[in-house]
């Protein structure tokens, strides 16, 4: 199971879906999608909005789809929207390493998105905002935020076998 945003296809190059869910806002920008099913079936999907990220949480069988214009999940194997949320205030998602939940952030909140889409957002120990998602280290998921109010710049690692931060470097 894979999925990777793309630019806009050659028209028949691929099956496709558009994913136009009656949003209260319609975006005249949109963004595509490229799937691969787990039994290697490609098709692409196409989504109202900038791209921002893609995460594949592959043991709950779930593909997160996060525009400027809304979040999506996805059952890839059927092309259907399992939960969508059009006026979302997640900025950045991520699957764990387990690829059993997503890690998310809004403007100022890291937290998790279980399987049935409950968010559970971690208490910490500064208020932050800016929140940017890096590479994982085996559990541990790079960040970057700014604590505020005096706006320093930090880098660390998300733990995510204890869902604590680990601070690196501040500016």
Do not use: H
Not at 31 to 41: L, P, Q, Y
Not at 76 to 90: A, H, P, S
Not at 91 to 118: H, L, R, S, W
Not at 160 to 166: D, F, K, L, P, V
Request: charged letters at 25%; aromatic letters at 16%; proline letters at 4%.
């Amino acid at each position: 199971m894979n999925a990777e945003f793309i630019n806009q296809p050659i028209s028949g190059a691929y099956e496709e879906k558009t994913f136009d869910l009656n949003a209260l806002s319609k975006s005249p920008i949109w963004s595509w999608a490229k799937f691969i099913t787990n039994n290697g079936k490609e098709w692409v999907g196409a989504f109202p909005g900038e791209p921002k990220k893609i995460a594949v949480a592959e043991k709950i069988n779930q593909v997160a789809v996060l525009t400027s214009d809304g979040l999506y999940i996805l059952d890839i194997e059927k092309r259907e929207v399992l939960f969508y949320d059009e006026q979302t205030d997640l900025q950045i998602i991520a699957e764990t390493p387990t690829k059993e939940k997503f890690v998310v952030a809004d403007y100022c909140q890291i937290g998790t998105m279980d399987k049935n889409f409950n968010i559970t957002f971690f208490e910490l120990e500064y208020d932050i905002e800016n929140v940017e998602f890096g590479a994982y280290d085996g559990n541990k998921l790079e960040v970057s935020f700014a604590i505020m109010p005096n706006y320093y710049i930090v880098n660390g690692f998300l733990d995510t076998t204890n869902w604590r931060i680990e601070l690196y470097y501040k500016s």
